[in-house]
């Protein structure tokens, strides 16, 4: 296979010849070879990577949950499909607060997933639990159900990865919950990352919890209450420390673009991502759905119904990176760090996220345009293109 366009790393016009499953060949050209999958105006990025994304389409990766989706064996098959056309090439299932039970099934169903689909394999790179270990507090759990949040057990997420095999990259939780502190050193120790989210921890709670190993921020400015302290808080706080690395939503919807902006000067562009945090109802008619539990907008926007409040998000990664480049400063290469390299080193990807020979050919290739989504060109995983237009 070989790919056409400019490098978004660069601004080169290349060739990439891909063999196998790996990038052989990157060389300047003028023009397309014949055959070749791209254009002139097409930008070649590395494979985007969603670190959050609990189902689209009608579709959904939690299984006897509160959450509003088809969990049919063919679930997670279609939700990658549809990921891909939005130009995400790798992502983390994202399973989130529920019973244990709950969570052992959905995370037993990922398990079986990768392990008879060779490419869902490829294309989870590992999970993400959002919770339970979040505040139980108004606002500060968005749309997780109280009954089931509760303070971090050590012995249950073992029971949470072993159901996983392993796969467990990422974990959501409120460090001023009892026992978060332990439990950061522990889950950090076995190569864990911990993400803030869901939490109303004082300052000094999130600068311990850093010092215990949470180094990520879950959409940041969400999951959070409408009013907080102005000067010490916890948004302040994590969007200060340097060794967090902010996760935000750039949809329209969870962040205003005045926001975004500012998040993009304060972080250096090493110490932010772009996630969708896609869910079921993303991408569905406007209505309402779930016995009047959830709600479609015509904008796209998922909240809870009747109500303005988010319920996940309704949107892929090709709309946030459109948005991300219409309202920051931080280009093509900003972008390709928020969107791919990042997020790559996050999950201990070191053969992708880069567009250099040897690497792993994962890629996407897209057309800016003046409104609405990115124009999704095509989305490669491992030398096969799993969508062209």
Known sequence: MKLFGKLCTTGQTVVIEIDGTQIKAIEAADSAPEGAVGSSDV???????????????????????????????????????????????????????????????????????????????????????????????????????????????????????????????????????????????????????????????????????????????????????????????????????????????????????????????????EKLVIVSDAVALGGKPAGIYDDGRHEVLPSGKVVLAGTPYLAGAGHLLDTCAANYLRWTSGGMSGLTKAIAYNPAVILDLPQTGQLEVGKDADLTLFREISEGPLEIAATVLKGEAVYQA
């Open 43 to 269: 930008w070649i990025s590395p494979g985007w990577i969603d670190l959050q994304f609990n189902g689209y389409g009608g579709y959904d990766f939690n299984r006897d949950s509160w959450t509003t989706g088809d969990t049919s064996d063919e679930a997670p098959r279609k939700i990658f499909e549809l990921a891909a056309r939005g130009g995400t090439a790798m992502l983390c299932p994202t399973i989130v607060t529920n019973t244990r039970s709950g969570m052992i099934n959905s995370l037993k169903f990922l398990r079986r997933t990768v392990e008879n689909d060779r490419q869902l394999g490829d294309a989870f790179p590992g999970y993400h639990v959002e919770g339970p270990y979040i505040s139980s507090e108004e606002g500060l759990r968005g749309a997780h159900p109280k009954e089931c949040t509760r303070n971090p057990d050590w012995d249950e997420f073992q029971e949470f990865q072993e159901a996983a095999d392993g796969r467990i990259k990422i974990l959501t939780l409120a460090p001023e919950r009892e026992g978060a502190l332990p439990f950061i050193e522990k889950a950090t120790a076995a190569g864990v990352k911990i993400s803030i989210g869901h939490s109303g921890a004082t300052p000094d709670e999130i600068r311990d919890a850093i010092t215990a190993g949470a180094h990520l921020s879950t959409h940041l400015g969400n999951g959070s209450q409408n009013m907080i302290q102005r000067h010490r808080n916890y948004f302040f706080e994590q969007l200060a420390a340097d060794e967090m690395t902010s996760c935000i939503i750039t949809d329209g919807h969870h962040l205003p673009e005045g926001l975004v902006k500012i998040i993009s000067r304060v972080k250096p562009s």
